[in-house]
Every structure is written in C-alpha cells, then in structure tokens.
C-alpha cells in the first residue's frame, strides 16, 4: 500500500549547523509533496513544497529536493537556529486521490 | 495563520458515546480533509470532501463519517467511541487540484479528543 518513510526521527544540531531530513515514498503515482512544521501543541505549518515536474525548491534558508527515479526527497534547513526546533512531517500525494500521506515526523533540536 | 477553524479545541467523551467535530475551510477552498493524529505519530487520512461529495476514504471503519455543507465546512462525525480515538483531530482545506496535482492544503488548529 501507500507508504513514506523517513528518516531520522530524532536530530540534534548545533545552531548555525544544517539538518537534512529524508523521505522516501511507495507510491510511482505521487506527485506531491509538502513538508510540514508542527511546534507543540500547534497546527502543521506548510513550509515548503515541490511537484514531481521540478527537482529542487528553495526558499530562503529552506530547500527540498526530490528524485523521481529513486523515490525519495530531502528537506534542507542550513544556519539552523533555536526556532527551527520542531517535529518536521514529510507528506506525498497524488492527483488520483488528493490524501496526504505523512511520514512518521523528525523531532529537530537545534542547541543554541 | 491559515483562515481554518475547528470546533471545539478540547473535548472529553466516554467510551460508546458519540461526538461531532467542526471545521470552516478557508476562503475560496471548496475541498476539506480530516485527519487522525495521535500522540507521536504522523497524521493519518480519514476522508476527504470535495463540493459536498465524500472523495476517497482511508483505513477508518464506517463509525467515522462526514458530511460537507454547500458553504465548504465540513462535520467529521464518530460514533461508538473506543479508547484508541483519542487524538488530535485535524482538518485541513484546499482547493482541490491545481494543474492537475494534488493542491496545498492548509490545516486548522485541531480538536483534542479524549475518550474515556
């Protein structure tokens, strides 16, 4: 069935530092994927997204990448900072059917 | 901030009971989806609604029901409650597709359910 994994679920950086997130995804149909940012306690915020008919998105200190081939797509965060501490959720979806399918979250601590 | 709502924020229920969430969609977002988080996890997909038509379910039994309102807000509905739905309850608004991708959908705040 559909299925995202990712990895890993608990990062610990340095402030100033990069993290990188990764997902891979079951699914050949997906052909979006949003990432998310959820503070405890609070909605998930989109803060990044990218369509199958690119391979790499960025804005600002934030970029994701995707590979279609290998079914897999990374979200970039470089000079982290104490605020970017969250849990990050990768999601894929299809046209077919619209639903999100969410991986099982990264917790991120950035230490100041 | 995204411009979608849920009702209530916390809600307490015995088992067996019944319970109805809520949820206004953002302005001109004709689609909602709700979804099951529980603690630690990821959000799952229960149903989605699209011009007040069910339009895909996930792996939910039947006790879990919707309804869409000519406005785009949307009722998520459980009956029967077990122990295991307690979560947060989510429900996030869109536009459906654009350029034939799945479109951005924006979430609300949630309603935090406990069954008892």
């Known amino acids: 069935g559909e299925n995202v994994e990712q990895h890993p679920s608990t990062l610990s950086v340095q402030e100033g530092d990069s993290a990188v997130i990764k997902c891979t995804y079951s699914?050949?149909?997906?052909?979006?994927f949003p990432w998310y940012k959820q503070e405890l306690g609070k909605r998930p915020q989109l803060i990044i997204d990218i369509r199958s008919n690119v391979g790499e998105k960025k804005d600002q200190r934030i970029a994701v990448t995707l590979n279609k081939t290998a079914k897999h797509f990374s979200l970039h965060i470089t000079e982290t900072q104490p605020e970017d501490s969250a849990v990050y959720f990768c999601?894929?979806?299809?046209?077919?059917?619209?639903?999100?399918?969410f991986g099982q979250g990264t917790t991120l601590q950035v230490k100041p | 901030e995204t411009g979608v709502t849920q009702s209530p924020t916390h809600l307490i229920k015995t088992r067996g009971q019944q319970v109805t969430l809520r949820c206004s969609s953002q302005s001109g977002h004709n689609t909602v989806s709700w979804y099951q988080q529980a603690l630690g996890q990821g959000p799952q997909f229960i149903f989605q609604y699209y011009r007040e038509e069910e339009n895909g379910r996930g792996n939910f039994p039947p006790r879990f029901s919707g309804l869409q309102f000519p406005n785009y807000s949307s009722e998520l509905n459980v009956n029967a409650l077990e122990l295991d739905d307690s979560a947060l309850y989510l429900c996030a608004s869109s536009t459906g597709l654009s350029g034939g991708m799945a479109d951005t959908q924006y979430f609300g705040p949630g309603t935090r359910l406990t069954v008892l």
């Open positions: 999601a894929a979806s299809s046209s077919n059917t619209g639903k999100l399918i």
């Open positions: 699914d050949s149909a997906s052909n979006y």
